[in-house]
Every structure is written in C-alpha cells, then in structure tokens.
C-alpha cells in the first residue's frame, strides 16, 4: 500500500514542473524583467496577488501569477523590485 501511495505521489510532483532560473518574461504590458519596478507587473493586470510573509509573519514581499494555457507565471516583487520570475507547468 505505501508503494502506491509514494508512487502516486511522484506522479503528482512530476507533473507540475516549475522553472524560477528565468530572467525575463513577456506580459501584457511588456517585457519584465528581475530588477525592474513592479509598476509593469501591476499595469499587466496579473490574475492573483498573494502577499508573502516571514515565518514570524512579517511582510515578506508579493508574489503576482498570471494564468495562461497550461501554466501559471509567478512574478516575485520585494521593496518595489522584481526579485524571481518562476514558470509553473499544470
């Protein structure tokens, strides 16, 4: 049973790959890139807004996903700047 259970849960992690070596992606306002304001990624009207907290629950940053076919791009912003761009494969 356990086998199963452990295999079915690679599956899962397996399938939903992520990428945050990027250095640059294109959103609906423009190409983002790490190190520009968040202005550009708020003018793209990103589908969710999460904001990111320390373990002792202070403000940590935001993080800004957008939905697209098959994936999900997340936009990482700490003090105003984007900091990571990480693609999400569904």
């Known amino acids: ?3 199963i259970v452990l295999a079915v849960a690679l599956i899962f992690a397996l399938s939903a790959e992520a990428s945050c070596t990027l250095s640059s992606a294109r959103l609906s306002a423009g190409l983002v890139k790490v190190g520009d304001a ?3 990624v708020l003018d793209s009207q990103p589908d969710r807004v999460v904001q990111l907290e320390t373990r002792q ?3 940590a940053g935001i ?3 957008f939905y697209t076919r098959g994936q ?3 936009v990482y912003v700490r003090a105003g700047r984007v900091t990571r761009i990480c693609r999400v494969r569904d």
């Open 1 to 3: 049973m356990r086998t």
């Open 38 to 40: 968040d202005r550009r």
């Open 57 to 59: 629950g202070g403000a």
């Open 63 to 65: 993080r800004y996903d």
């Open 72 to 74: 999900t791009l997340q």
